[in-house]
């Protein structure tokens, strides 16, 4: 027969368990939201470089799908490598 400090104990070690297992999951959770949040509010470039942009932006400004907004200048800063079109 088990007695009661064997059952709390067990029931101790399953909590954990289970806690383990919660935060596991909710970081999984958050790296997805993460990498979700990135895919639509940033801009990456597969190049080191400074950012150029093309004109004058105003805050709030909206930007038509299709406008050149800006290029991204290598730091070697021998040629232009591509520009960048907002997607909306």
């Not at 805050?59 to 997607?87: C, H």
Request: glycine fraction near 4%; hydrophobic fraction near 45%.
């Amino acid at each position: 027969m088990i007695s009661d400090r064997e059952t709390t104990k067990l029931n101790k070690q399953r909590d954990d368990i289970n806690f383990s297992k919660n935060v596991v999951v909710a970081l999984k959770q958050l790296k997805k939201a993460i990498a979700e949040w990135e895919l639509v509010f940033t801009l990456k470039a597969s190049i080191d470089g400074k950012v150029s942009f093309l004109q004058v932006w105003s805050a709030n400004q909206s930007v038509v799908a299709g406008d050149e907004m800006f290029v991204i200048v290598p730091n070697n800063r021998l040629t232009y490598i591509g520009k960048v079109k907002p997607r909306l």
